[in-house]
């Protein structure tokens, strides 16, 4: 079992930055964030799995996903944030290497979510 909590959410106005945390109960070496806005489907925001990392399209370049493995701990530093970019973030992990990459479905453990708000 991992116990995931995140924090750093926030309201904060377009343009703006934020640094979303993670906290693992223990090591896992793949993991990712993700998200979901109301009345939409859950999306891969960012990846990383042995030092590689990935991002969907529309974060490219503002978004960047880092790890501490001593803290257990996932990092998303989200900068010239879009209102678009609303939504309740996650941070998921899994244990069986072969999973990885943006997919929602396919990660076992879940954080209780962090709400981040752009205000336009």
């Known amino acids: 079992q991992v116990q995931l909590v995140e924090s750093g959410g926030g309201s904060v106005q377009a343009g703006g930055s934020l640094r979303l945390s993670c906290a693992g109960s223990?090591?896992?070496?793949?993991m990712a964030w993700l998200r979901q806005a109301p009345g939409k489907e859950r999306e891969g925001v960012a990846s990383i799995e042995a030092g590689s990392t990935g991002y969907a399209d529309s974060v490219k370049g503002r978004f960047t996903i880092s790890k501490d493995n001593a803290k257990n701990t996932l990092y998303l530093q989200m900068n010239s944030l879009k209102f678009e970019d609303t939504a309740m973030y996650y941070c998921?992990?899994?244990?069986?290497?072969?999973?990885?990459?943006?997919?929602?479905?396919?990660?076992?453990?879940w954080g209780q979510g962090t709400q981040v708000t752009v205000s336009s």
């Open positions: 223990r090591y896992t070496a793949n």
């Open positions: 998921a992990a899994d244990q069986r290497p072969w999973i990885r990459g943006l997919d929602p479905s396919t990660y076992t453990y």
